[in-house]
């Protein structure tokens, strides 16, 4: 399966919140929110918060990447992810995504 590199370069395909979204797996959704109020101290993540289609497809956003910084960074520049920026690799913002994901910054330089 292609990747789907979103704009901070992490890969879609590989993300829960899609995954139960394309298959409708309500199963998948409750432990997806489950893993993810506890990996990010976010008791507000529900169940039917998890549906995303992917951060640059067309379709329904997950909350927090419709709001993310870096997404709205990307669209304020017109750009399609931050492969296209020269500030990239010293990013803070990106730095952020970075040093939980080492892979996203492949990913980005892979669409060079």
């Not at 489950?34 to 529900?46: D, F, G, L, N, V």
């Not at 918060?49 to 640059?56: A, E, F, S, V, W």
Request: charged share 25%; aromatic share 4%.
């Amino acid at each position: 399966m292609a990747k789907l590199i979103s704009c901070c370069g992490l890969d879609c395909t590989t993300c829960d919140a899609r995954i139960a979204t394309i298959a409708n797996d309500d199963a998948l959704r409750i432990q997806t929110a489950e893993k993810w109020r506890t990996q990010h101290s976010a008791p507000e993540i529900m169940p039917e918060m998890i549906n995303c289609t992917g951060c640059r497809e067309a379709g329904v956003k997950f909350g927090y990447c419709e709001r993310c910084e870096i997404r709205s960074c990307v669209k304020s520049k017109n750009y399609k992810t931050c492969a296209d920026c020269s500030q990239m690799e010293s990013c803070s913002i990106l730095g952020n995504v970075l040093k939980y994901v080492p892979s996203a910054l492949e990913n980005l330089k892979s669409l060079n």
